[in-house]
């Protein structure tokens, strides 16, 4: 199973990034899924997550701001950034709890992470 993530780069304050997150592999169901980041010299903190029913919950720092969302059928998520601050920059890493078989376990993946940089 892999997660890839993309979408990150530089924008300017205000401005607007979508983030993306494929996952790949021996999938047979995914349940919650989210976005994490980590600015340097910070630990990772969680930005949103998204159950399968698509339930979403966001960190107070981007509530209003950034919404995310989920394509079942692609196995992706997004993030849509708005209003960006420079204290949104990171790298952003998505994760994945997801069963690869239907007698499996429940596992977590986390993908390679993009960088967000918001600077003017």
Same mark, same amino acid.
């Given at each position: 199973v892999q997660l890839q993530a993309s979408g990150g780069g530089l924008v300017q304050p205000g401005g607007s990034l979508r983030l993306s997150c494929a996952a790949s592999g021996s999938i047979f169901s995914i349940n919650d899924m989210a976005w994490y980041?980590?600015?340097?010299?910070?630990?990772?903190?969680?930005?949103?997550?998204?159950?399968?029913?698509?339930?979403? /919950?966001?960190?107070?720092?981007?509530?209003?701001?950034? !919404?995310?969302?989920?394509? =079942? #059928?692609?196995?992706?998520?997004?993030? /849509?950034?708005?209003?960006?601050?420079?204290?949104?920059? !990171?790298?952003?890493?998505? =994760? #994945?709890?997801l069963k690869s078989t239907w007698y499996g376990p429940r596992n977590e993946y986390w993908g390679q992470g993009t960088q967000v940089t918001v600077s003017s």
């Open positions: 980041r980590q600015a340097p010299g910070k630990q990772r903190e969680l930005v949103a997550t998204i159950t399968s029913g698509s339930r979403r /919950q966001y960190a107070d720092s981007v509530k209003g701001r950034f !919404a995310i969302s989920r394509d =079942n #059928a692609k196995n992706t998520i997004y993030l /849509q950034m708005t209003s960006l601050k420079p204290e949104d920059t !990171a790298v952003y890493y998505c =994760n #994945a709890d």
